[in-house]
């Protein structure tokens, strides 16, 4: 059952280390009107529980602990790991996670990435943009950087190794730049670029 805005989300960890939990305890203590935090020691099912946290990467037999995934539920799986790799991502999603957070995220950050998952949402990219991007009219940073790759001609599986996001979340990024840009096709869309100012 999703939490009711009576009561906070109820957050859990799982094999973390003495230092990543009281750091997020530290980091949540204030907003405990929205999320309560559960220290889990081994990993297993997680009844009474609406998200945890886990990193399947911190250690060995990573594929011994991506395949515990699932056994994790009912809770949805956010995957808490130090390093936003292409690979990673795509195999913790791959493995039945959620979503995919690192331990770089700002309070904000892990905030919003909870919440996102437990609606059933992407989780918000907090990978900054290339700076260098143009930026198009009406276009954020990140879809302009996401049209710009589909006009030199990389599929939606190369954008997403790219710029370190999942492959539906290039879709859904696909999807606003049609709507902005009245584009129902890929050449429309890089047609569109052109007649913007891109010189590519």
């Known amino acids: 059952m999703p939490p009711s805005p009576s009561r906070p989300v109820r957050l859990g960890v799982v094999g973390e280390t003495e230092l990543v939990t009281h750091g997020l305890a530290g980091m949540l203590r204030p907003h405990s009107g929205r999320v309560s935090l559960s220290v889990l020691r081994e990993p297993g099912p997680t009844p009474g ?93 990140r879809e302009s950087e996401v049209l710009v790759l589909i006009g030199l001609g990389l599929s939606n599986q190369e954008i997403a190794d790219r710029i370190y996001v999942s492959v539906n979340s290039v879709k859904t990024y696909i999807r606003q730049i049609y709507a902005k840009t009245g584009a129902t096709r890929r050449t429309q869309a890089v047609a569109w670029a052109h007649e913007h100012g891109w010189g590519g």
């Open 49 to 141: 529980l609406d998200v945890v946290l886990c990193d399947p990467f911190d250690g060995r037999d990573v594929a011994g602990r991506l395949e515990r995934i699932p056994t994790l539920g009912p809770a949805k799986v956010l995957v808490f790991t130090w390093t936003d790799h292409p690979q990673r991502r795509r195999r913790a999603l791959e493995a039945g996670a959620n979503g995919f957070l690192t331990k770089h995220a700002s309070t904000r950050e892990l905030l919003a990435a909870v919440e996102a998952v437990l609606r059933g949402d992407q989780v918000p990219d907090t990978r900054a943009p290339d700076e260098d991007v143009q930026v198009f009219p009406g276009l954020s940073q």
